[in-house]
């Protein structure tokens, strides 16, 4: 049976003590150097996936209270590939010594090993405790696409960081491995067709029938399976499947702002997130688009809806600002300029560092002034909040506390992009996709210097 690897964190150590602070004193910090505030910022968020994961298999929970932990065992699969790319660094930080994450994730893995997978993909929500499929829905009982990629995207970054020769260090690229290798992804085109399916179930098969096409959070999906030393695809799946799909391109100008691909106003912020948690978007460029250009506009027309406030909803303005799905007074919806219900998500501002700096530091720092009891916690910044009807979010979501932790280091050190741009399959997908990126050129022996 294997042990816990949970400690409460003020007993361990050799934890910097700064990891302690509290939320509550976020507000006195206010003077503090940007550096300084953006790092206590990540240390709290990581707690979401270092106290707050699941206690048994130290998957990540899909959602925390602001009060105690849930009364249930749903693990989210997306959220703790977001989850180990936090304790890289959290590692990196000198937040937790390398051991101590060497074996939280080996932890984590034998669960992972023991998880039922469908054709080598993993499902959207599992049993933290036995590892067993939790359905999202109805029909949704089975392998999840972009799920599992989100998934793999972490663990491909943490078998390129933990590359030391000790035993631990390299049973983890070992497991890594091979359950990287049993990815099927060319069984989901369904029949060798040129498209990737996003589901399917061992009782109702291809029933969702949901291709993974315009542009969406699923980018990474095709990299991976593109570069996937065994069930590969064929570029074609991606220029003719999802490049080709319905919302993909655009062209239309909002705000004045010229967005290059996607939905009307650009959607939920989380698509110029979640693919590039690990893409590095900087000079990263196919016959598509810049996707750099791209990611920099979504975010900048989400800004300027939020300041021009067509809705007239309390709390928008310059300093708060940021629309994606979280949880609001309706429910769960993917907020958005075209779907505003005057809810704010601190994630869609805060994982937007690389590309707003000033305008997420704006916004990071107003969001401090906010009632320190309802806005933030043990973990960070809460969901999300709505200051029209004087409501703010009692949980956090894995999959919004993730981007919060890797983007923030993304734009202080470019950590998780290194890593993941650096992995060699990431590179052959690419390569066979017709992306061109720097860190192509650098593997190939140029110097080419990666834009600010």
């Not at 979401?48 to 899909?62: I, N, Q, T, Y």
Request: proline share 6%; charged share 20%.
């Amino acid at each position: 049976m294997l042990r816990s690897v949970f400690w409460p964190i003020a007993a361990m150590p050799s934890i910097d003590l700064l990891m302690n602070l509290r939320m509550e004193a976020f507000a006195s910090r206010l003077s503090e150097t940007d550096d300084d505030l953006l790092d206590v910022v990540q240390r709290q968020t990581f707690r979401f996936f270092w106290e707050g994961a699941h206690p048994v298999s130290g998957l990540a929970r899909d959602r925390q209270k602001t009060t105690g932990d849930p009364n249930n065992d749903l693990v989210a699969i997306g959220g703790s590939g977001f989850g180990v790319m936090a304790v890289v660094v959290g590692v990196e930080r000198g937040w937790i010594p390398r051991e101590d994450a060497a074996s939280r994730l080996g932890t984590m893995l034998s669960w992972l090993e023991r998880t039922p997978r469908y054709h080598g993909m993993f499902p959207h929500f599992i049993n933290g405790r036995t590892g067993e499929t939790i359905p999202f829905s109805r029909k949704d009982d089975g392998g999840d696409v972009v799920e599992s990629a989100l998934l793999f995207q972490g663990l491909l970054c943490a078998r390129q960081y933990f590359d030391r020769g000790s035993t631990a260090e390299r049973d983890l690229r070992h497991r890594i491995d091979r359950l990287w290798l049993e990815a099927e992804w060319d069984w989901y085109r369904r029949d060798g067709g040129n498209d990737l399916y996003w589901h399917w179930s061992p009782r109702r098969g291809w029933a969702m029938n949901r291709k993974i096409a315009g542009w969406n959070e699923g980018l990474v999906a095709f990299v991976l399976a593109a570069g996937a030393p065994e069930h590969t695809i064929d570029a074609e799946v991606y220029h003719e499947g999802f490049a080709s799909g319905p919302g993909f391109r655009n062209g239309r100008s909002y705000h004045g702002i010229e967005l290059p691909l996607g939905m009307d106003h650009g959607g939920p912020l989380f698509i110029a997130h979640y693919s590039f948690c690990g893409l590095d978007p900087r000079g990263l460029t196919d016959r598509h688009a810049d996707y750099w250009q791209q990611n920099v506009r979504h975010t900048r027309i989400n800004y300027e809806h939020c300041i021009a406030n067509p809705h007239g909803h309390a709390g928008y303005g310059p300093d708060s600002w940021g629309l994606t799905s979280s949880h609001g007074p309706k429910g769960y919806v993917a907020h958005a300029p075209a779907r505003d219900f005057g809810v704010i998500t601190p994630s869609a501002a805060l994982s937007s560092f690389p590309y707003a700096p000033d305008e997420a530091m704006r916004a990071l720092r107003y969001f401090l002034t906010k009632p320190k009891h309802r806005i933030r916690g043990r973990f960070g910044f809460v969901d999300a909040f709505c200051e029209s009807r004087d409501w703010y979010a009692r949980t956090y979501l894995a999959i919004n506390q993730g981007p919060i932790v890797i983007m923030i280091e993304n734009f202080r050190s470019g950590l998780l992009w290194s890593l993941f741009m650096s992995v060699p399959e990431v590179q052959a997908g690419l390569r066979k996709l017709g992306f061109t990126s720097p860190h192509l050129s650098q593997a190939r022996g140029a110097t080419a210097m990666i834009p600010a």
